[in-house]
């Protein structure tokens, strides 16, 4: 019995031309977007060789800038990678600064770029609720579930059936979709996807289906609660824009409330007092060596050695304070960034958001490991460099930066946490749904 | 018979309590979107401020210093210039009515530093900002103003007031009945209209108006009158882009059998409007207009400069030659820099055509026209980050001209003419004491234009000017989308 009631829901879906009208959204619009986003990173490859090659030609003794990777998963899973530091400039007199480009496309922020975590977080999400909206209230109202109940068919068989039929005809479109980026992907000459990046590809595949099967329950659940499927469609509706507008944009705000850190005009501020602290250090100092100068009567290469001890010594202290208040205020934001991502949690677009993020590699996470990486890389590249140029010094050979992005393993450690809210979510409703549909009304 | 349809459409409407949630789902969105774009505001502006005192801060950083020797003769003194200016910024203030439609505003808002003092006049480099400055939390999840909330849920609302208003009774049976009356198939199509438009038209008005009212007492926005014109011809504008989406939604109901089917392809149509148009329109001008990125541009102007320092360097050769953007060659500075501005130039022209291009591809949606209507009206549209650059571009040019002034001057001054006799030497290092504090005073007076820059804004008929374009389509996008709804309904079938 149980197969047929989820035959008949699958066909039902099926053979209608709601299943061709999410088939052929879900793959024009992928395939669409997999085929604009390999374009767009073969070109941001481009760019960054011709960038390394350009720095290299730049670098000197006293400056050098490094550049990251793009990564082959971040075109299709934006994350932050469009706002996250993707070259550092390295120099002897300050800390570490992301190097700024500015973007020529005002386009692009009145109308910002669809990528495949928009597709599927907001496309695939309002297809599964337009989906599940009329499962039960739709039979509702057309009296079948009425003539269904009358007969010898128990409640929750009918509600397995649903689910696992409606289910299977929603995500049929949407693999298919996600399949034919797949297919673009690898089809384009010019993108080599690693063995890791098809399994993290692989792993969101899995969330998008957990993600589906999410609002799928939801929808299924509002639909045994209404006795018309188009107040039904309007409360998912007003459900489905909580989760993907209010909760995630609340969340920022409440984190700031609940983990106060100086504002970026504040920061700027206790760096230029540190600054001004400093140089009045140094005028003291320079003071103090000119009159030992004069009123020794040095000589000049000895005064000269003086002096740039000061500024040696003025230079580095500089730096060093200027890291550890930038070091410091990062680990701040961090720590702010990951409350607001632990409250944007409530809701199962950010959940699915941030675990794609995270396992494409571009969430706030990477981007820390990268910029601690180069940290590291100034240490080992200025060792031993004097801060001030003396002319004459031959310019050694130094080592070149090479940055791994975090592991699969790794990074999927990191996405496990709003894979499981999900899946929480998912077995929530899914009782839910059983529940209420058990004791609802038939008409 | 019209007004008869109407009000059972609208009561029908609020006995399903569909207005009802109608109602609370914008006014949640708005009045949390307003909130927190309010709190934001108000923050970006005591961060412009601040830094703004800051900068007033470093003036006091530009100080003397004498060297004395042991019979009292200063030998020394200065500071260092070129750190302090590296600091000075520009900075702009947010608008007010950023915090309905934050459009373009960002971009505008970065501050503009003078680079390297050493490069003087119309060559001054600015840099822009710092990527680190910019707040990740916002980057994942973007913030969500009256505009978002406008074009993408109230449009989506529409849809699905609109999907189940003639399939609906199609499938119920009523809809062969009706017809089958006195109601003529055109009584019908206005009648849904009113009954359906006024039901949701009215818990959107009535949210926005109560949020508009709650950023009214806020107290870090003083709206003018001016202010308040835009957001009564932006509420109306609103209006008119939920009557396009709702005639939509009509004609696709009218052509469907199921209900279930028609909000389908309303959907589809939603994505192919909302999506797909604007970032084809981009795409596809990129694809004609090709514009080689920052970084090429970057790397042929180095060459450029590089290729220009090595002539020079054969032609005179100076001994120490270090390659680096016309450091180390005073004399071939001038070619270099008109070199590099015709580089500059010729992209910006490339640029702009591109931009035209793609704003003109984009104008196929109405959700387009929408979003330049609205952001033009808010004052952080494309037409206003226009106006930004240029005002910027003067006021760079009026600093720079300030600076070697100054310079000029400060080496000529008359504390600098007559020095007294080196015998003796107090008179010597009390002339000295004050050329020195003459030319830092005249440095200090150098960054008063700098900290007193306000910026204008287009007015009012300015931007009614500018987006008059978008005004106009989306009232063709009205007439067209009526004409459809109007052909659908008097050829659809009855059951």
Known sequence: MLRTIIGKEFLEKLLTLRFAMALILSVGLVAVSAFVLSNDYTHELKDYNTRVQFHNEIASETMVIVDRKPLPLATMFHGIAKDSASSMRLSTDTYPESEETIDDNPLSVLFPTVDLTFIIGVVMSLLAILFAYDAVSGEREAGTLALISSNPVKRPMLIFGKWIGGYLSLILPCCLGLLTGAIVVSFHPMIQFTGADWGAFALIFLGVLLYLSCFFALGILVSALTSRSSTAVLALLFIWALSVFIVPNVSPSMAKALYRIPSFAAQARSMNLAVIELEQQRREEHTEKALEVINNRLWWDDSGRLMREVEERFINAKRDRLSKLTSDYRRKLLKQEQISAGIASISPYACFTLFAARLAGTDLGSEDKFIAATERYYNEYFEGTSVVFAPGNPREEKPAFSHNEPALGDRLRSGIAPLSILLLFTALFLIGGYVIFLRSGVK | ?495
């Open chain 2, 1 to 495: 018979m019209i007004w008869l349809i109407a009000k059972k459409e609208f009561h029908d409407n609020w006995i399903s309590h569909k207005i009802t949630i109608a109602f609370v789902l914008c006014i949640v969105l708005l009045m949390v979107s307003l909130l927190l774009a309010l709190k934001d505001y108000s923050e970006r502006l005591s961060s412009y401020s601040l830094s703004r005192s800051e900068d007033a801060l470093f003036l006091d950083r530009i100080a003397t210093y004498t060297i004395v020797d042991k019979e009292g003769i200063a030998t020394q003194g200065g500071s260092n210039i070129g750190d302090m200016i590296d600091t000075i910024g520009i900075y702009r203030r947010s608008v007010e009515l950023s915090v309905l439609a934050r459009g373009l505003d960002d971009r505008m808002n970065r501050p503009i530093r003078f680079l390297d003092i050493r490069k003087l006049g119309p060559q001054a480099e600015i840099s822009v900002g710092n990527k680190q400055e910019r707040n990740k939390l916002l980057a994942l999840f973007p913030p969500v103003d009256f505009l978002f909330i406008t074009k993408v849920m109230v449009s989506l609302l529409t849809i699905l007031f609109a999907f189940s208003a003639i399939a609906g009774e199609r499938e119920t049976g009523t809809l062969k009945l009706m017809l089958s009356n006195s109601v003529s198939r055109g009584q019908l199509l206005l009648g849904k209209f009113l009954g359906g438009y006024a039901s949701l038209a009215a818990p959107f008005l009535v949210a926005v108006l109560i949020a508009v009212l709650l950023a009214a007492f806020s107290p870090s926005v003083a709206l003018g009158s001016a202010g308040w014109l835009r957001i009564a011809l932006m509420i109306l504008v609103s209006l008119v882009y939920i009557a396009v989406f709702f005639f939509i939604g009509i004609a696709v109901s009218a052509l469907t059998r199921r209900s279930a089917t028609a909000v389908l392809l309303l959907l589809a149509i939603w994505i192919v409007l909302a999506l797909v148009v604007p970032n084809v329109g981009w795409l596809v001008a990129k694809q004609i207009v090709v514009v080689p990125s920052e970084q090429q541009i970057d790397t042929e102007k180095f060459k450029t400069a590089r290729q220009i320092e090595d002539e020079t360097e054969k032609k005179h050769p100076s001994g120490s030659y270090m390659p680096g953007y016309g450091q180390y060659h005073v004399e071939a500075q001038s070619e270099i820099n008109q070199a590099l501005k015709a580089i500059e130039e010729r992209y910006e022209v490339l640029r702009q055509k591109r931009l035209s291009l793609s704003r003109l591809l984009t104008r196929f949606s109405p959700v387009s026209s929408y979003v330049y209507s609205i952001v033009g009206l808010a004052q952080t549209g494309i037409e206003d980050e226009v106006k930004y650059h240029s005002f910027m571009k003067q006021s760079q040019i009026r600093i720079a001209d300030e600076v070697e002034r100054v310079f000029s001057t400060a080496f000529s001054s008359e504390f600098r003419q007559n020095p007294p006799p080196r015998e003796d030497p107090h008179a010597y290092h009390a002339w000295r004491v004050k050329g020195d504090e003459a030319m830092y005073d005249s440095f200090r007076k150098m960054y008063i234009p700098v900290l007193s820059l306000t910026f204008e804004k287009l007015s009012l008929s300015e931007t009614l000017s500018a987006i008059r374009l978008d005004l106009l389509l989306l009232l063709v996008w009205i007439g067209l989308t009526f004409v459809s709804a109007t052909l659908a309904v008097m050829n659809c079938k009855v059951r």
